[in-house]
């Protein structure tokens, strides 16, 4: 059974920082894509950043690069988002995901940014920032 635990959400002020972990198990870790995704009040669930935890090599949405960053840890099995400068617009629900196979596509160009695209989420946790 495939089982995603985040942890980490909490409230912060403007410019803050908080890092989230997401712990996998029961499936073949080494070989899938981790997603963070969001869902801000209102808003569609939205990719964030995105790990091959085969290859290492991360992807973020527009918005969020050179504030977060996504990275592994192999050996406890988890996948971190640390995000730096946070603004009132990082408000959210975050989620980890995972798709089965690789994060990237057309020659390494783009990565999937799809919720349908990942089969297994975890429950979320609320970040808040307040201005």
């Known amino acids: 059974q495939v089982q995603l635990v985040e942890s980490g959400g909490g409230s912060v002020q403007t410019g803050g920082s908080l890092r989230l972990s997401c712990r996998v198990s029961?499936?073949?870790?080494?070989?899938?894509?981790m997603g963070w995704f969001r869902q801000r009040p209102g808003k569609d669930r939205e990719a964030v950043a995105a790990?091959?935890?085969?290859?290492?090599?991360?992807g973020y949405r527009d918005s969020v690069k050179g504030r977060f960053t996504i990275s592994q840890d192999n050996d406890k099995r988890t996948v971190d988002l640390q995000m730096n400068y946070l603004e009132p617009g990082d408000t959210a629900v975050y989620y980890c995901?995972?798709?089965?196979?690789?994060?990237?596509?057309?020659?390494?160009?783009?990565?999937?940014?799809?919720?349908?695209?990942?089969?297994?989420w975890g429950k979320g946790t609320q970040v808040t920032v307040s201005s």
């Open positions: 790990i091959d935890t085969e290859i290492g090599n991360p």
């Open positions: 995901a995972i798709m089965e196979g690789r994060c990237w596509y057309g020659g390494g160009g783009a990565w999937y940014t799809a919720p349908a695209n990942y089969k297994y």
């Open positions: 029961g499936v073949t870790y080494e070989t899938v894509c």
